[in-house]
């Protein structure tokens, strides 16, 4: 049988080009080496699924040409997942900057969009291996477990290699190499720092304490809450900015954005100790390992101004190198991919390769954290699905 197109990868944006070209009346095959469709929205947002972003905009996304991303995201926009999702009688709430996520489990997601592959006529093979992708005629052959399949047209929709457990491969990216295409370095994105040896000898202690924060690598930083963990610093600050860090930078936390610590710290002079004061604005732990990483003992009065200047600069602008990130075992995405400069921006097809097309994580194209990556799988499975 000759498939009008064959899909690699049942996750978000292989059934969301699934759903659009099957309801355009294509026979359309999609291929999940994974033993059920949709494994990461289920895992997603502590199972919640956060699906999109009210805040969609180019500037917040990563790649090599960040405007690539445009026009997907233009064509089918979050305001158009929404209303899916509330055709499907799926309730959501928005929790914090704009992100979207379910008020029931994930499931629902994943339910929505299978439903929507069975009505558009599409067949799903889960638990099947994918193998070589090679041209053929005017179409192609994919090599699969259950045997060689004919399609004139292939999406590569198989993600990125962030989370293994979770069955990630690299794939797509072999696809695209085997055709000459150009690939961005791939490295984890949205992931936890890592430090060395003499760094979490005081980290450690802290492990587990959490708090609002803004944490800096160049120019770009984030306003959102850190936690010291036993292998050095997570929460989703520390995430976001782990996308723009490269080995060999410092980050920069300031633990008290927008107050001016340095002219609260002159006004609570007195007898009271340094982690006393510290501990109206921050968790006890931390309060302590500023006072003693400052050298500091007696009392406020005893403090000079110069001091309490280095003490309020320590915390609003405290410098760290990580040695390295937790990487892709706990990464929530890939960096880098398939060049988008060979890439059809309109479409998502391989502009040297009429039939091939690249979808989501596996194309360099990374979004924030907040469901700015679940939108631009669902944008572009959208964009290739109006033309394969």
Not at 28 to 42: D, M, N, Q, S, Y
Not at 214 to 239: N, Y
Not at 279 to 307: C, F, I, N, Q, Y
């Amino acid at each position: 049988m000759m498939w009008d197109a064959i899909i690699l990868g049942a996750g978000a944006a292989g059934m969301m080009a699934a759903i659009e070209a099957g309801r355009r009346g294509r026979r359309v095959l999609v291929i999940e080496h994974a033993r059920a469709p949709g494994e990461k929205i289920r895992i997603s947002g502590g199972g919640r699924c956060n699906f999109t972003n009210l805040g969609i905009a180019p500037e917040r996304f990563l790649s090599r040409n960040p405007r690539f991303a445009l026009s997907a995201l233009k064509r089918f926009t979050q305001w158009d997942f929404i209303a899916r999702m509330d055709a499907a009688g799926i309730v959501w709430h928005e929790k914090t900057l704009g992100q979207l996520f379910c008020d029931g489990p994930a499931t629902q997601v994943v339910a929505m969009l299978v439903r929507d592959m069975q009505a558009a006529g599409v067949t799903l093979w889960t638990g099947c291996a994918l193998g070589e992708v090679r041209r053929s005629g005017d179409g192609f052959v994919v090599e699969t477990a259950r045997g060689p399949q004919a399609g004139r047209a292939v999406v590569v929709a198989t993600g990125g290699k962030s989370i293994p457990k979770m069955g990630a491969t690299g794939h797509g990216y072999q696809v695209a190499q085997a055709f000459g295409l150009p690939l961005v370095e791939t490295r984890p994105g949205l992931v936890p720092l890592t430090f060395a040896e003499q760094e979490l000898a005081w980290m450690t202690p802290l492990a587990g304490v959490a708090l609002p924060g803004r944490v800096s690598c160049g120019r770009t930083g984030f306003d959102e809450a850190v936690l010291f963990t036993h292998r050095g610093l997570s929460g989703p600050a520390v995430l976001q900015v782990s996308s723009y860090w490269r080995e060999g930078e410092a980050i920069a936390l300031d633990l008290l954005p927008g107050r001016d610590v340095a002219a609260d710290l002159r006004a609570a002079r007195g007898k009271l100790a340094l982690r006393t004061v510290l501990g109206r604005w921050l968790p006890e732990k931390l309060a302590r390992h500023l006072e003693a990483a400052a050298g500091v003992t007696g009392t406020m009065a005893d403090l000079s101004g110069a001091t309490l200047d280095r003490v309020a600069a320590g915390i609003r602008d405290w410098r760290l190198v990580p040695v390295g990130s937790e990487g892709y075992r706990t990464a929530e995405v890939t960096l880098g991919g398939v060049d988008t400069a060979a890439l059809d921006g309109r479409t998502m097809e391989a502009k040297a390769v009429p039939g091939l097309y690249f979808i989501g994580e596996v194309v360099d194209v990374t979004g924030w954290l907040g469901g700015y990556n679940f939108q631009w799988a669902w944008s572009s499975g959208w964009a290739a699905g109006q033309v394969v």
